[in-house]
């Protein structure tokens, strides 16, 4: 087995994005529902959040699996609709990340949104350019730079932080971040089951910009915060409210400083749970996949609170010390047979590329089955979304944590 070096091995250079491919696949891996076959639950859904019209090809294909439909669309109703963002700031962060994600469904589908919020067709374009391109204003190129630094780090830089928080309040500033991480999710998710460009979205993703990014690759001592950006709410300052959101949420157990961050933001925290109560408590797979998924991409993205919230949940469910070993390791860490190695690949392929490729998807599909296979993309990166939050809010160790083991090197 390959010997772990220190942590602070030095990774600073100029961050390629997966080039632009065929990789993309041309038809659904998982079919989208026809109409005809909604259950009760499915119908109630499209009536709560839907917005007229036809069903978009992007609900039909969560339809194939109700329970996770019903996780997932609260939040990310919150997110497209509902944030305190205005709709022209939401849209900028929103096509970035499908840019930088290469979604041509979400791309198609937001650079419609975008237009009738006030983006130009030049602007659009000049999203897929990036932070640098000439014309953005200052504060424009920050939003921008915010979506890169966030999909190559899973962190937002001092500088990045400060400017925006020149105009941002706390809760735009954790809007703007879960904006980011929430449509990494859809995009991620939507690449990887195949959904397809709805009719009448004929925008497509630029394919003459050059696919990269500027921002370096830090370490994992640089993106750890010593100090909270936004302070985990005390006990002795909640209200009523937030006594009763976290009697409702939390079943009884004390929140951990991850709730307490984000509670303050009372219109955000309800729909986010439920994203999290369905990955944690209400999805398909085994709770040994599970934390599988959720401590590899916690350590692609260096976030020593999700390791440290999930390494003894991982132990509960059965992984051994080889196994949490593998993790850090890898898909080719010799502890794992065939299944196990596509598990931990899936997750290197969602944080490298934004989708599970063919061979590894194929592989899966052999083991598990069409909702085990979406709630493994979900999982994977709905916690991606953690991390992001935890490293950018500077979210501290809860004071028993052991953090990443020892000698371990970060990416």
């Not at 915010?146 to 809007?175: C, P």
């Not at 999290?276 to 020593?304: A, F, Q, V």
């Amino acid at each position: 087995m390959r010997r772990l070096a220190p942590i602070l091995l030095l990774l600073v250079f100029v961050a390629p994005i997966a080039a632009q491919s065929p990789s993309r696949i041309n038809g659904p891996r998982v079919s989208p529902l026809p109409e005809a076959q909604w259950t009760d639950d499915i119908r109630a859904a499209f009536a709560k959040y839907g917005q007229g019209g036809a069903a978009t090809a992007e609900f039909r294909t969560w339809a194939r699996h109700p329970e996770l439909l019903k996780g997932v669309l609260p939040f990310a109703t919150y997110v497209s609709r509902e944030s305190t963002l205005s709709p022209r700031d939401r849209e900028v962060l929103i096509l970035r990340t499908a840019w930088l994600c290469r979604s041509d469904y979400v791309w198609a589908q937001h650079a419609a949104i975008a237009q009738q919020n006030g983006l130009t067709a030049d602007e659009i374009r000049r999203v897929a350019e990036g932070p640098g391109a000439t014309g953005w204003n200052a504060f424009d190129a920050t939003l921008l730079r915010m979506v890169d630094e966030l999909h190559v780090n899973a962190f937002i830089s001092d500088g990045t932080w400060s400017a925006l928080s020149a105009r941002y309040d706390r809760d735009h500033m954790i809007d703007a971040l879960f904006a980011v991480a929430e449509y990494t999710l859809l995009a991620s998710a939507a690449n990887t089951y195949g959904v397809q460009p709805d009719a009448g979205f004929t925008a497509r993703l630029p394919v003459d910009v050059p696919h990269d990014t500027k921002v370096p690759k830090l370490t994992e001592p640089q993106i750890r915060l010593t100090k909270a950006r936004v302070p985990a709410l005390e006990r002795s300052a909640w209200t009523p409210e937030i006594h009763a959101m976290f009697e409702s949420t939390n079943t009884g157990s004390s929140p951990n400083a991850f709730y307490r961050t984000i509670a303050p933001h009372r219109k955000l925290y309800p729909p986010r749970h439920m994203l999290s109560e369905y990955i944690r408590l209400k999805s398909t797979l085994t709770p040994r996949t599970r934390e599988m998924l959720i401590l590899r991409i916690g350590w692609l993205c260096r976030s020593i609170y999700e390791w440290s919230q999930h390494e003894p949940g991982g132990r509960r469910a059965g992984m051994t010390d080889a196994e949490i070993h593998g993790i850090i390791e890898g898909p080719s860490a010799p502890v794992w047979e065939k299944f196990d190695a596509a598990v931990v690949r899936a997750a290197d392929e969602l944080f490298t590329d934004s989708m599970i490729s063919d061979v590894t998807w194929n592989t899966l599909a052999k083991h598990y089955n069409t909702q085990q296979l979406m709630d493994i993309v979900i999982t994977t990166v709905g916690y991606r979304m953690v991390s992001m939050a935890l490293n950018s809010l500077g979210v501290q160790l809860e004071p028993t944590a052991k953090g990443f083991p020892p000698g371990a090197v970060g990416r």
